[in-house]
């Protein structure tokens, strides 16, 4: 396990504070990155059905999920095996029996079916048919909307939290250095690619990397209008502008950082752009301490580039740190216009300032957390346009 | 675009038939894989609601995303570019708009919101909140489940399609010998991952590799007990059995393999398992021939390893071919009790008569092509337990 036993005990304490602010009485997870949070489970076996049940007056979560990944269950969890409860496999992706309707059956079996049930309504991991079968399996319970019950529990990390993440930066920042390094004309994009994934899971010789929840974004020459764009096999040409978006994880914790590359002297009109977007993420940067709000960090971006004439319509950041595919974001808090949130110590972001224009675009970015009076960056990498030719990089 | 249009063309017409049969009049297609089917939309943007609609009487289908997004469906797709329509970032992750709010508005301005309407209701890129929302936002409109209506389509695969996976297929011979030679005692588990990512992603000389739908599934020791779990940072040690699951991933395209290693001489029982296990698989890749129904091919197996006292009741096998995480499987036909899927020429499948015990396991697996006459198997990779230490091994 990623932490030990009264770590997993205080988050589920928590949770329970939430829910019963909420009025509910039993919570269905199905978010992995919230399952792992509160259990520890950590396998890639969220593409079937799974989820970890918290009832308000019970000590343990239980673990329900496929029956080949029972024994994944008991090794990475701190449940109680008799909380692990396999479903058969006639129930996967079939036409005529669905994982819900055994979920239903094992609440009515243990008497919990007639109460206030939260749903995460908006996860990948929670279909509409789940809903569905649900709502036909449970026609005494309560369904709520408990979205993002959990993910805000997440959103103030621990010290051994921050630990984590501070490893994932070390990671990051040799994934960026590698892939820096290995961009140049006449290489292929997929060999930048698999030095980055190479490095990313490998990790430092302290420490190994884990699968980050999103893959390397490499988006290249006029691709770089457009951030989520992979690679291809070509070969990248002199002059290409090459946006580098990755992250380090370690136990699944993420620190993400974004860099652009040119092969060569930038047009005037890159340059100008990472001069306004580095700019802006300083100011940024400077701005961020306990009680300042969400969109005031907006503000400060959009003051500063203001005289610049870019306008930027896309959210500047977000929340993060554990998480699983398809994103590494936590879905709470985003540094945009009308978020509200409060900055308190230990929240961590993802600070990404991206401009995507018709035909060419510019990243930098920045992970870091709040501080007690200000906000410390996580990973130690030079905050430019790199220019690959001699001219500078590291 | 990995497709000629008129590939694209003929992908379209045939869904439109299903719609027709189906009584659909405009489907809502939230699945990447079938996204990218129908359009060749191909980025990292699943992590956000993102659509490509179908209308039964209009020639090109309509691409919905993320602002940010919508350069690079106009780099990937062959869609008109008055057909991509992106929606403002203040949809995204918000607690007050959500995207099928903006879908639903799409609808009502292109008069298409009074008619038969199919939705993808049990998806990972379809919520439970999406379908809420659809609900609230076309009143008159009649919503219908078409969940797999697409992926029923994709089941039998082009000539170019079988190109495709076989290219995969050559990336995944390289990947599992790649892991097989890694896998020493002393060695830690996340450098194996990392030299199996590199392969995957570097690909060959004559062809680059796409990320795979799912990472390299790594249990080792007792944890072979199970079959989704990854890696950690922790070393081999003498005596460890290891699976490896992993695929060649070729343009969204894949071959999935696995095989077992065991590191120094395997115990009697987990030999007796290999033995098992590999008997059964090969006499089931001899009963593969068109006409024949994939329950009995399961029937084949069964009979072949009862003798052995083994039981295994998860499913051997599932059609499989383009896809994003979660899953590289089709989630159609399966190779199991009770699917009367009739076998075709150009089905494909993963064959994974993977058994977990209490303490150990064994993995063995092919993907194949249904032929005129009987079935290709993709990778030529020996099919037998791996013993590292000069013994065998190739």
Redesign the interface.
Known sequence: MSFGTSEYRTRIQKTKERMASEGIEVLLITDPANMNYLSGY??????VHQMLVIIIDEDQPIWIG???????AK??TWLYHENIIPY???Y??S?TKHPMDFVADILKQIGQDKRSIG?E????????????HLKKGLPNAKLK?A??LVNWVRVIKSDEEIEYMKRAARIAEKAMETGIKSIEAGV????V???I???????TEK?????PA??P?LPSG??T?????????ERYKAGDTVILELAGCYKRYHSPLARTVNIGTPTDKVKALSDVVIEGLNACLDAVKPGVLCEEIEEVWRKTIEKSGIIK???LG?SMGLNY???W?E?TA?I???DKTILEPNMTFHLIP?I?L?DYGFEASESFRVTENGCEVFAKFPRQLFIKDGLLTN
């Open positions: 950590d396998g890639w076996s969220f593409y496929r029956g080949q990944d029972a024994n994944g090794v990475t058969p496999d006639d996967v992706q036409d749903v309504m908006e996860n990948y991991y929670f279909t509409a048919k789940c809903y569905e909307d979205t993002l292929r994009e997929c060999d690619a698999a030095k994934f190479y490095t990313q899971v490998s990790g420490f190994g990397g884990d699968y999103i893959v974004l006029e691709k209008s457009t951030p989520h764009l992979t690679w291809t096999d319509d896309s959210r977000y595919p398809p994103d974001g879905h985003s945009r216009k009308g991206g995507w018709d």
